[in-house]
């Protein structure tokens, strides 16, 4: 973050940081120096302004976005007791930052979730890659006549069915199936 500190909060540390003498000053260095902490409080209320409310949907709108980015969160991943659902607050909390942010994440998780199979899931998907190893291989097992004139020992349509059969097994372990392909 370090450069890209808005000049107004960099301003601001500069003055917090200046040692001051208040009892020895006189009346009108204290009003410069009250005159100018009023100028740097002016300065960090508007770049809050920037930062915030005028990035504030209506509250209506945020609601319907934390809604519709909660609906995307697993019921495991919720607490029951409102204080410990963190879903829930992250929700509101990226609903008020900006209007996309919201829409951002939500589109992640849906993105995940699709990639995410139940345990049943899990096993038909490693099953369906099982059988689809074993019949790309099963004709390489039965060797045709091109394959006994290619240098290889494969013909161009037999070597095709071990190269799927090695993508469906390449598949599968980017999936974390562990079942013996
Ligand atoms: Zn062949």
Redesign the pocket.
């Known amino acids: 973050m370090t450069g890209t500190v808005d000049p107004r909060i960099a301003s601001a540390r500069a003055l917090l940081a200046e040692d001051h003498q208040p009892i020895t000053m006189t009346p009108d260095e204290l009003w410069h120096l009250l005159a100018r902490t009023q100028r740097r409080v002016h300065e960090l209320l508007e770049l809050l302004d920037e930062l915030w409310i005028s990035s504030r949907a209506p509250a209506a709108e945020r609601a319907r976005r934390a809604a519709e980015l909660l609906a995307e969160v697993p019921q495991s991943q919720r607490a029951s007791n409102p204080e410990g659902d963190y879903a829930s607050v992250l929700a509101d909390l990226l609903a008020n930052i900006g209007d996309d942010s919201a829409a951002a994440v939500r589109d992640w998780l849906r993105a995940a979730r699709r990639l995410a199979l139940t345990g049943p899931q899990r096993e038909v998907q490693a099953q369906a890659l099982g059988d689809a190893v074993t019949y790309r291989e099963s004709g390489c097992d039965r ?2 006549a ?2 006994g004139t290619a240098p290889s020992g ?2 161009a ?2 070597e095709a069915d071990m190269d799927k059969a090695d993508s469906y097994r390449a598949l599968a372990r980017t999936l974390g199936i562990e079942a013996d392909l």
């Open positions: 060797a045709c091109d394959c494969l013909c349509d037999h």
